[in-house]
């Protein structure tokens, strides 16, 4: 079974800076699509960042210059570095795993991580 497990969340200034890391587990032997999504209280799961295989990125527009995004194609590792936040950034954020292929069934799946929150206030 694939697990997808994030760390780096806390509380942090606005202005500062989070890194936040997912870590993909299990008999993996291709992941396509990383990335970060974001849920506010209230409001709907959206696309933060997210990495294909080849390293190109896909950035949401009020993330584009603070947030970067990358990936460990070798360990299953996908990092969102996020600087000058926010409190709009404010958010439990999901990481995700889409085009799965495992060693034990070769077919493609997607996942998702538990979340991790982030909350940026003075």
């Known amino acids: 079974q694939v697990q997808l497990v994030e760390s780096g969340g806390g509380v942090v200034q606005p202005g500062g800076s989070l890194r936040l890391s997912c870590a993909a587990s299990?008999?993996?032997?291709?992941?396509?699509?990383m990335g970060w999504y974001r849920q506010a209280a209230g409001n709907q799961r959206e696309l933060v960042a997210e990495?294909?295989?080849?390293?190109?990125?896909n950035i949401a527009d009020d993330a584009k210059g603070r947030f970067t995004i990358s990936r460990d194609n070798v360990k299953n590792t996908v990092t969102l570095q996020m600087n000058s936040l926010k409190p709009e950034d404010t958010a439990v954020y999901y990481c995700?795993?889409?085009?799965?292929?495992?060693?034990?069934?070769?077919?493609?799946?997607?996942?998702w991580g538990q979340g991790t929150q982030v909350t940026v206030s003075s």
């Open positions: 995700n795993a889409r085009g799965v292929i495992t060693w034990a069934t070769w077919a493609s799946s997607d996942y």
């Open positions: 990495i294909g295989g080849g390293g190109g990125t």
């Open positions: 299990g008999s993996i032997f291709s992941i396509n699509t």
